[in-house]
T-cell receptor, first 112, second 116 residues
């Protein structure tokens, strides 16, 4: 079952902040965040691991609530380049290896 | 370091035909995953290969298959194509260690398959 992302879409002005949420019904080992611009491949942003470790961008922050199986991506002081569709990918404990289940995506548009 | 490459980039096939897509991972990456992306269903996991072995498989019919070669290059095959198979097929490679650590995935540009 795929994780649920909210909101589905958001429009911001440059400089505004946004939060994108990702919620799963399964116990999670890790949460990955990717951004995809139109016509391009998804690009890695961040990994959040069970136990609190994070790997990723300096300018993007995220949180992972293991008990609630939820993650949030925080985009602060948004820039035009932040526009795109954001996907969370979740990794569960009962999978051997590298298997991500992606949410439906959040479309973010930043306007001047 | 060269990125993930996929060939061909675009493909048009007819219902009932079969198709083979190719993916070359980043040098040193041993894990290759395949995803199907459509406007309605989003990014859906097809399967993942590591050291020539399929470790995970998504919820797709048996018409979808794949393999990985000793140099980590991977192919996926779709037989008896249906209109609903029209999609962007993305390949992603990852440096996956043997200790079960998780690493980021690097996506290729995808193959746009259109079935008519």
């Amino acid at each position: 079952q795929q994780p649920v992302q909210s909101p589905q879409a958001v429009i911001l002005r440059e400089g505004e902040d946004a939060v994108i949420n990702c919620s799963s019904s399964k116990a999670l080992y890790s949460v990955h965040w990717y951004r995809q611009k139109h016509g391009e491949a998804p690009v890695f942003l961040m990994i959040l691991l069970k136990g609190g470790e994070q790997k990723g961008h300096d300018k993007i922050s995220a949180s992972f609530n293991e008990k609630k199986q939820q993650s949030s991506l925080y985009l602060t002081a948004s820039q035009l380049s932040y526009s795109g569709t954001y996907f969370c990918g979740t990794e569960s404990f009962n999978n051997a290896g590298n298997m991500l289940t992606f949410g439906g995506g959040t479309r973010l548009m930043v306007k001047p | 370091k060269a990125g993930v490459t996929q060939t061909p980039r675009y493909l048009i096939k007819t219902r009932g035909q079969q198709v083979t897509l190719s993916c070359s991972p980043i040098s040193g990456h041993r894990s290759v995953s395949w995803y199907q992306q459509t406007p309605g269903q989003g990014l859906q996991f097809l399967f993942e290969y590591f050291s020539e072995t399929q470790r995970n498989k998504g919820n797709f019919p048996g018409r979808f298959s794949g393999r990985q070669f000793s140099n980590s290059r991977s192919e996926m095959n779709v037989s008896t194509l249906e209109l609903g198979d029209s999609a962007l097929y993305l390949c992603a490679s990852s440096f996956y260690g043997d200790r079960g650590e998780t690493y980021e995935q690097y996506f290729g540009p995808g193959t746009r398959l259109t079935v008519t």
